[in-house]
């Protein structure tokens, strides 16, 4: 059963804390993608990756962090110097530029 | 920079009838995707489009796009209740990114 899969699908942070967001995908997809939605708002793109061990920073890469070690993989951490973190959070991949599936997404709130 | 902007931000319609989502973008670009997203879930893709005319079908969704206008529709015939979701364009920037329209809401009712 090939798909995305995300964990935890809702998350609690303290103040300081860092967090850490899970992406996992068995579709042989090159590229991967974290985005951040707020209520009622569009995605904003976090980080991406095309590629293992290269990513790229998008609109709102402060206070994130990424790693991309393997291609099924690419985990996202929530670090403490992101003041506003509370957020819907996707991860999506794709081959290439063609369309991109996203995860069932992780509800982080922070304490 | 490319900047999306879709119309109207949330629409309540009676079942029944047709009504237009706009998708307007502000720089070239080659490919359109339009998604669905219900309440508290991830997004689903619809349609991709590709060129200039194209247009694609599904059920009682239909999407076109107009690359010299820089515009693409998502067309809803005959709405019914389970058509309520929130709906996404997305244009590929040319720069490896997807930039997102803030999305329609979409309320169907009796």
């Known amino acids: 059963d090939g798909g995305i899969t995300q964990s935890p699908k809702y998350l609690f942070r303290k103040e300081g804390q860092n967090v850490t967001l899970s992406c996992e995908q068995n579709l042989n997809h090159d590229a991967m993608y974290w985005y951040r939605q707020d209520p009622g708002q569009g995605l904003r793109l976090i980080y991406y990756s095309q590629i293992v061990n290269d990513f790229q920073k998008g609109d709102i890469a402060e206070g994130y962090s990424v790693s991309r070690e393997k291609k099924e993989s690419f985990p996202l951490t929530v670090t403490s110097a992101q003041k506003n973190p509370t957020a819907f959070y996707l991860c999506?991949?794709?081959?290439?530029?063609?369309?991109?599936?996203f995860g069932p997404g992780t509800r982080l709130t922070v304490l | 920079e490319l900047k999306v902007e879709q119309n109207p931000l949330f629409l309540s319609m009676q079942e029944g009838k047709n009504y237009t989502i706009y998708c307007n973008y502000s720089?070239?670009?080659?490919?359109l995707y339009w998604y669905r997203q219900d309440p508290g879930k991830s997004l689903e893709s619809l349609f991709v489009l590709l060129s200039n005319g194209a247009v694609k079908q599904e059920g009682r969704l239909m999407a076109s796009l107009d690359t010299k206008a820089r515009l693409s529709t998502l067309h809803i015939t005959a709405a019914v209740h389970d058509l309520s979701a929130t709906y996404f364009c997305a244009v590929d920037s040319n720069t490896d990114k997807l930039i997102f329209g803030t999305g329609t809401r979409l309320q169907v009712f009796p």
């Open positions: 720089t070239t670009s080659d490919r």
């Open positions: 999506a991949s794709s081959f290439g530029w063609d369309t991109q599936y």
